[in-house]
Structure formats: structure tokens, C-alpha cells
């Protein structure tokens, strides 16, 4: 073998294990050039998920607050809606009250009730009220009851208020009282939907 045939077989003999070592170092590299992309891309969906969830979250609070904010305003305008049929009801039926206060049937009613009153109390004295603006009908009460009511301190929007001092009781008997219980009782209905 020559000089030159051995300085090529040395050469080719170099050269082979430069590009095998080579290739391995590339390879090697490509490898982790391999797993440092994955990581990357595992990385930056497991960011993706976290901001989707987050934003899922962010916007169902968004959407929960503007909800309880419109159930809210709903219910104030029922209420006051309630409020206002609530009102109109009650001023019909102080209408109501008032023409009756000036039928002839109102004072066979004070009548009535009256002697309800007496019945109940027994023998026991009482002294009975009407409201002011009834104070025409005193005679006619006195005349009927056998019982002189006198003029009430304060509006009683009719029916007849009495006391009995020997019981320390108050027997409320008046239409403003009616009137207030079924106020306080009063309750529109809703119906519900059956959805």
C-alpha cells in the first residue's frame, strides 16, 4: 500500500467516524431538541386550558352578577307593582266603606253591632264611640241601642269602638282597624309558572 492509498484509507476512515459521530451528536440534539418542543407545546396547552377554564369561570360569575342583578330588579318592580294594586284595592274598598256609611243600612248595622258588644259584656258598663263624622247618627243610635255613643278622639272611618273600664278592655269594632288587619293580611297570589 502506498503513501497515498494510506492517506486516503486514513482519511476515509476519519471522515466516516466524523460523520458518524456527527450524526450521533445531531441525533442527539434532534432528540432533545425533540423533548424540549414537547415540553414547550405541553406547556403552553396546559396555559391554553388554564386561561380557558379561568375565562370560562370569569365569564359565569359575570353572567351569575348580571342575573341576580336583573331577579333583583324585577323584584323591587313587583313589589312596588304589588304595592300599588295593594293601594288601589284598598282605596276601592274605602270607597265602598264610605257609601255604605251612607246607606240605611249603616245604621241598623251600628245597631247590630252594638249589641253584639252588649251581649258579649254582659252586665258590664261600656262606654261606645263613633267616629266623627257619624256624630248625626248619635240620637238615632241612642234611640234604637238604648246606648249614647259619644264622638271618638280619633278617626275610626266607622263601625263603633267601645270600653269597658270595670274589664280594662277595648272592643275594636271600627272599619280603620278592619281595614289595617286585612291590609297587613293581604297577599296577591303569583301564579307560578309550571314550565
Request: charged share 30%.
Amino acid at each position: 500500500m502506498t503513501t497515498e492509498e494510506k492517506l486516503e484509507k486514513f482519511y476515509d476512515l476519519v471522515t466516516d467516524k466524523a460523520q458518524k459521530d456527527g450524526d450521533r451528536i445531531l441525533a442527539e440534539y434532534q432528540g432533545q431538541l425533540d423533548g424540549l418542543y414537547a415540553d414547550h407545546c405541553s406547556l403552553k396547552k396546559q396555559q391554553a386550558d388554564q386561561a380557558v377554564y379561568h375565562d370560562g369561570n370569569t365569564y359565569q360569575r359575570e353572567m351569575n352578577k348580571v342575573l341576580s342583578e336583573e331577579q333583583l330588579s324585577l323584584r323591587k318592580e313587583l313589589t312596588a307593582l304589588k304595592d300599588s294594586l295593594t293601594e288601589k284595592v284598598f282605596a276601592e274598598v274605602s270607597e265602598k266603606l264610605e257609601a255604605f256609611r251612607k246607606s240605611p243600612d249603616y245604621l241598623p248595622f251600628l245597631c247590630k253591632k252594638i249589641e253584639a258588644i252588649r251581649t258579649y259584656l254582659g252586665n258590664d258598663e261600656a262606654l261606645y264611640y263613633l267616629d266623627g263624622t257619624d256624630a248625626a247618627l248619635i240620637p238615632s243610635v241612642a234611640e234604637k241601642c238604648g246606648v249614647t255613643p259619644e264622638v271618638a278622639d280619633r278617626p275610626i272611618l266607622g263601625g263603633v269602638l267601645a270600653v269597658s273600664p270595670s274589664r280594662n278592655i277595648e272592643i275594636d269594632e271600627t272599619f280603620a282597624s278592619a281595614l289595617a288587619n286585612e291590609k297587613d293580611a293581604f297577599i296577591i297570589n303569583e301564579k307560578e309558572d309550571e314550565t
